[in-house]
Nanobody, 121 residues
Framework: QVQLVESGGGLVQAGGSLRLSCAAS????????MGWYRQAPGKQRELVATISSGGATNCATSVKGRFTISRDNAKNTVYLQMNSLKPEDTAVYYC???????????????WGQGTQVTVSS
């Protein structure tokens, strides 16, 4: 089994910063892409940012220049540094990781439980 545990969410004023962390643990052989998604009330889950095992990143236009994704491969942990937060960034943020549990197993995507980020105006 693989678990993803997120931390770092909370309430912040507009213009403030938060840093989210997500650690993958359990039966892990390797971790490929890791990423962050978010879901606001009444909206579909959307991509925020992803990062490959080699460090290549991709992020949504809405957060470009404000959010930075990074990872520590030795700790199977991904981070999301969020600066210049806006009320429209308010959502539940979910961590995702593509994990291989053995060298002969296919990659499976796992999700964290989500962490609430609320930005007040």
């Amino acid at each position: 089994q693989v678990q993803l545990v997120e931390s770092g969410g909370g309430l912040v004023q507009a213009g403030g910063s938060l840093r989210l962390s997500c650690a993958a643990s359990g039966s892990i052989f390797s971790v490929d892409n890791m990423g962050w998604y978010r879901q606001a009330p009444g909206k579909q889950r959307e991509l925020v940012a992803t990062i490959s095992s080699g460090g290549a990143t991709n992020c949504a236009t809405s957060v470009k220049g404000r959010f930075t994704i990074s990872r520590d491969n030795a700790k199977n942990t991904v981070y999301l540094q969020m600066n210049s937060l806006k009320p429209e960034d308010t959502a539940v943020y979910y961590c995702n990781a593509d994990v291989r549990t053995a060298y002969f197993m296919r990659v499976i995507g796992y999700w964290g439980q989500g962490t609430q980020v609320t930005v007040s105006s």
